[in-house]
């Protein structure tokens, strides 16, 4: 279940809830079967995969052999506040902290959603609404500082500066009661998205010598001695170099910075018996990138052009304010739609993993 999440950024750079827009497989356009309402809700729950959690074995399955890469620790919490009966607004914080050996890179996602119910001659059983929605990922830095092979070359320590997407969707939300047990729930989605990353700082040999090289965003590098280095017999302690980043092979507007488009499809059933709940998800998602996906080719690797993501979700009412719930997801290719960042020309070769996350909290309602 965990995946070396580092190798996915750069292929270099590694490689819930947590998905698209994080949360989409289990939308509902409302929960026909509540036994209790109220205005204002808030959740809180802790993230998280581990050796211990991946009790499916499921990176044993992948082929991945070590245990530490790709531990996942985290949190979110969510708002939502009903406005009136048509109108309702939701925001959602998550904090992930990956690890990989020495390595914890910490990548902060929200989300902010209005979500319009309107007044139709349904069926008493039956709920159609609308979200728009706003959301994204960004973090400070992405560090790998262990060795990591890029077009035949190796790079010793590879640093991403200001990496970060941003994504407005539109879901379709409709629900249907069959009965005090069962409620059955679709949704379709479209959204664009954009990827940016700021610079690259990276070690790798060039003239035969250890350089500390910066590579910005116009694709220019600028590099200098990583340590003394012997040259023809010579000890150098200053060597100053420059030039283009495509000596790397590498291209930051082309392979890094994109924008694209995406549509998705799903479906959930509720199941209630009393104060349990059960519910079973599952999400399709589609997605066409402007030139990324050529430059992939380009790489010699198969471009991920889709992601499936199965859920199930288990609450207990504890009292008419409290419910406790555990929750589990699996992505068939690795966090691909849902952390668009991380997908990239170099990556999409790692990209291709199962990865799954659980989590633990509490639903809380005000008034």
């Known amino acids: 279940m965990k995946f070396n999440f580092l190798t996915l950024y750069l292929g270099l750079i590694y490689g819930s809830s947590i998905y698209a827009a994080p949360n989409d497989p289990f ?26 959690i991946d009790f499916l074995d499921m990176r044993q ?41 020495q390595d914890t890179n910490k990548i902060q996602s929200a989300l902010l959603a209005a979500r319009f119910t309107p007044e139709l001659n349904l069926k008493e059983n039956d709920a159609l609404s609308f979200r728009a929605s706003i959301w994204g990922n960004t973090a400070d830095t992405l560090t790998k500082s262990t060795p990591t092979i890029l077009n035949q070359r190796t790079l010793q320590y590879v640093n991403v500066e200001d990496p970060q997407d941003f994504q407005l969707q539109f879901d379709g939300i409709f629900s ?47 590099g200098n001695l990583a340590q003394p280095c012997s040259n023809g017999g010579i000890i150098l302690t200053n060597l100053q170099i420059s030039g283009n980043a495509n000596e790397f092979g590498l291209d930051v507007q082309q392979d890094l910075n994109y924008e694209s488009y995406y ?7 509720n ?7 059960s519910q079973i998800a599952y999400q399709y998602q ?76 509490i639903n809380v309602r005000m008034f």
Request: glycine residues 8%; hydrophobic residues 35%; aromatic residues 14%.
């Open 27 to 52: 939308l509902t356009a409302k929960d026909l079967n509540a036994q209790y309402t109220s205005a204002l809700q808030m959740t809180l729950a802790g993230d998280a995969v581990n050796d211990t």
């Open 176 to 222: 249907r009661k069959l009965d005090v047990m069962n409620q059955l729930n679709a949704f379709a989605s479209i959204g664009y998205s954009k990827v940016e990353v700021s610079d690259l700082y990276i070690q790798a040999s060039q003239q035969g010598c250890l350089m500390n090289i910066n590579i910005n965003s116009s694709n220019q590098y600028s």
């Open 271 to 277: 199941w209630r018996y009393k104060q349990f709940e």
């Open 286 to 361: 589609r997605l066409w990138r402007d030139k990324i996906d050529d430059r992939i080719s380009n790489f010699g690797n198969a471009a991920i052009k889709d992601n499936h993501t199965l859920g199930a979700k288990f609450s207990y009412d504890f009292t008419p304010h409290i419910t406790g719930f555990v929750q589990g997801e699996i992505y068939q290719n690795n966090f691909v739609g849902n952390i668009p960042f991380l997908y990239n020309g170099v990556t999409a070769s790692h990209l291709d993993k199962r990865y799954g996350l659980a989590s633990l909290g």
């Open 61 to 101: 399955s992948e082929g991945i052999t070590d245990k530490s890469a790709g531990d996942y620790q985290g949190f979110h919490l969510s708002a939502k506040y009903d406005l009136n009966p048509q109108w309702s607004i939701e925001g959602t914080y998550w904090h992930r902290e990956i690890d990989y050996f």
């Open 263 to 269: 549509a998705g499809l799903g479906g959930s059933w």
